[in-house]
C-alpha cells in the first residue's frame, strides 16, 4: 500500500513563503507521476504542479512564477517551494502519486493521496 506524508503547512501572510514535502513509500512503479492539489470547500480539487519521474513538469497558470515542483528521485520526496503566496492560495495541499499508463500519462483517477496539509495566507 502506498503511503504518502505531506508535512511543511502553516499560516503565512500575503507574500510570504512556505515549502511543503511529500514523502512516498512502499511502492515499486519504474514510471510514475507525483503532484500536488489543492482544494477548498465548495470547490473541486484543483491540480497546482505535477512532475514524473523522467523530468516532465507542469504548472497551473494561477501559481506560475510563484511555485516549484520538485522531486528527489532517489528519496521518493516530492516538494512545493511556494512563494509570493496569496490569500487565493489558502487551501488543504494534497500529495498524490499515480503509476503512469505511458509516457507523461498520469491518470490521477487510479492515484493515491495523502491526507493533506493546510495552508492559509492571510491579507
Known amino acids: 500500500q502506498v503511503r504518502l506524508e505531506e508535512s511543511g503547512g502553516g499560516s503565512v501572510q500575503t507574500g510570504g513563503s512556505l515549502r511543503l514535502s511529500c514523502a512516498a513509500s512502499?511502492?515499486?512503479?519504474?514510471?510514475?507521476?507525483m503532484a500536488w492539489f489543492r482544494q477548498v470547500p465548495t470547490k473541486e480539487r484543483e491540480l497546482v504542479a505535477g512532475v514524473d519521474n523522467e523530468g516532465r513538469s507542469q504548472v497551473a497558470d494561477s501559481v506560475k512564477g510563484r511555485f516549484t515542483i520538485s522531486l528527489d528521485n532517489a528519496k521518493k520526496n516530492l516538494y512545493l517551494q511556494m512563494n509570493n503566496l496569496l490569500p487565493a492560495d489558502t487551501a488543504m495541499y494534497s500529495c498524490?502519486?499515480?503509476?503512469?499508463?505511458?509516457?507523461?500519462?498520469?491518470?490521477?483517477?487510479?492515484?493515491?493521496w495523502g491526507q493533506g496539509t493546510q495552508v492559509t495566507v492571510s491579507s
Open positions: 512502499y511502492f515499486s512503479y519504474s514510471r510514475y507521476c
Open positions: 498524490a502519486i499515480v503509476e503512469a499508463a505511458g509516457v507523461g500519462a498520469c491518470m490521477w483517477e487510479f492515484g493515491d
